[in-house]
T-cell receptor, first 114, second 109 residues
């Protein structure tokens, strides 16, 4: 059973650019949630995807968007990057219908915006 | 806006000592989870508490959910250097988790 993987591990972008982060969910999981974790803070919920549709969103602007694919992997896209977007982006997979509370996190992508 | 406040933010103690970390909110949560996060890694789930007053034990770690399901505590007995890490609490509210800012714990040998 493979765990949650994320790519890339680290990324440096310039303000105004666009970025795509990727997440492969754990085998058997159909739900992916994305979180932003600023340095010294707890994770902040961005959105969740279930069966390829957005299923809940936190307090993030529309320039944060996502996709979920038929194999349940997911992408997080951020347009018009701002300096405050610098953070660790975490993806978590879970299996809706079973133990909804158990989310398994990937190692994260460290995004630096300069 | 739902908030979870963790205290203390930082704790550095000697090996063998006991400690308690608190997670407080004015909101009621359907469940509350505790995670541990190491540098460069994602959070790892330690426990989920669901019922008000529930107590769960994981070796030297004892987790308690408040009677009103608004607060929780994590108690570590005889702390060891391997317990060092960032401890996060998260309350479930509908489809999302509301997270505390974490307690950075350092256990010195």
């Amino acid at each position: 059973e493979t765990g949650v993987t994320q790519s890339p591990t680290h990324l440096i972008k310039t303000r105004g650019q666009q970025v795509t982060l990727r997440c492969s969910s754990q085998s058997g999981h159909n739900t992916v949630s994305w979180y932003q974790q600023a340095l010294g803070q707890g994770p902040q919920f961005i959105f969740q995807y279930y069966r390829e549709e957005e299923n809940g969103r936190g307090n993030f602007p529309p320039r944060f968007s996502g996709l979920q694919f038929p194999n349940y992997s997911s992408e997080l896209n951020v347009n018009a990057l701002e300096l405050d977007d610098s953070a660790l982006y975490l993806c978590a997979s879970s299996s809706r219908g079973l133990t909804r509370d158990e989310q398994y996190f990937g190692p994260g992508t460290r995004l630096t915006v300069t | 806006t739902q908030l979870l406040e963790q205290s203390p933010q930082f704790l550095s103690i000697q090996e063998g000592e006991n400690l308690t970390v608190y997670c407080n909110s004015s909101s009621v949560f359907s469940s509350l989870q505790w995670y541990r996060q190491e540098p460069g890694e994602g959070p790892v789930l330690l426990v989920t508490v669901v019922t008000g007053g529930e107590v769960k034990k994981l070796k030297r770690l004892t987790f308690q959910f408040g009677d009103a399901r608004k607060d929780s505590s994590l108690h570590i007995t005889a702390a060891q250097p391997g317990d060092t890490g960032l401890y996060l609490c998260a309350g479930r509210s509908n489809y999302q988790l509301i997270w505390g800012a974490g307690t950075k714990l350092i256990i010195k040998p």
